[in-house]
T-cell receptor, first 113, second 115 residues
């Protein structure tokens, strides 16, 4: 059973517009959520995270929103840039260890100039 | 500060063989985790090592094993390789900044092809 779901395998957005990537989870014990970005032939790169005690975290063009009651989080990128084109993974963990992350299957974002 | 280093980058093996992959974490990081990435399944957690002890384990068969050395370097071993083991194997390290665990930092991965 998939505990972290990214239901959109791909998303295409025009440069300058907002990109919204969604993620749902089923395990109510998750207490920390992360987004990673991955280019082909490279390892995932940490982007932004949010603790379950918050509902929003912002870092430059990236904002993550957490809706605990809906078990849903989203990543907003605004404005989107062509360099943002990559696969984005949502991940979650429970407990204190960062070493056991449960990942979604990823959403491939394409930002068109 | 050097990042997470995985060797080799690419590997081709035949069915039935065994393989060992290596990971050197970021200096000072004591937690090393391994993940398997395949096109259909995304990133799946294999296991985590901390201070030479396996701390967490994913849902993989016993053919997949690992270990961690006193310098925090880790190795992952897959025995009796199957075609379905072809994947990108990623290693991640994490440490602590004060009382807080850092996020997991990933290496570039080892691309294993089983023929």
């Amino acid at each position: 059973d998939q505990q972290v779901k990214q239901n959109s395998p791909s998303l295409s957005v025009q440069e300058g517009r907002i990109s919204i990537l969604n993620c749902d989870y089923t395990n109510s014990m998750f207490d920390y959520f992360l987004w990673y970005k991955k280019y082909p032939a490279e390892g995932p790169t940490f982007l932004i995270s949010i603790s379950s005690i918050k509902d929003k975290n912002e870092d430059g063009r990236f904002t993550v929103f957490l809706n605990k009651s809906a078990k849903h989080l989203s990543l907003h990128i605004v404005p989107s840039q062509p360099g943002d084109s990559a696969v984005y993974f949502c991940a979650a963990r429970s407990g204190g260890s960062q070493g056991n992350l449960i990942f979604g299957k990823g959403t491939k974002l394409s930002v068109k100039p | 500060k050097a990042g997470v280093t995985q060797t080799p980058r690419y590997l081709i093996k035949t069915r039935g063989q065994q393989v060992t992959l290596s990971c050197s974490p970021i200096s000072g990081h004591r937690s090393v985790s391994w993940y398997q990435q395949t096109p259909g399944q995304g990133l799946q957690f294999l296991f985590e090592y901390f201070s030479e002890t396996q701390r967490n384990k994913g849902n993989f068969p016993g053919r997949f094993s690992g270990r961690q050395f006193s310098n925090s370097r880790s190795e992952m071993n897959v025995s009796t390789l199957e075609l379905g083991d072809s994947a990108l194997y990623l290693c991640a390290s994490s440490g602590r900044q004060g009382y807080v665990n850092t996020e997991a930092f990933f290496g570039q991965g080892t691309r294993l092809t089983v023929v």
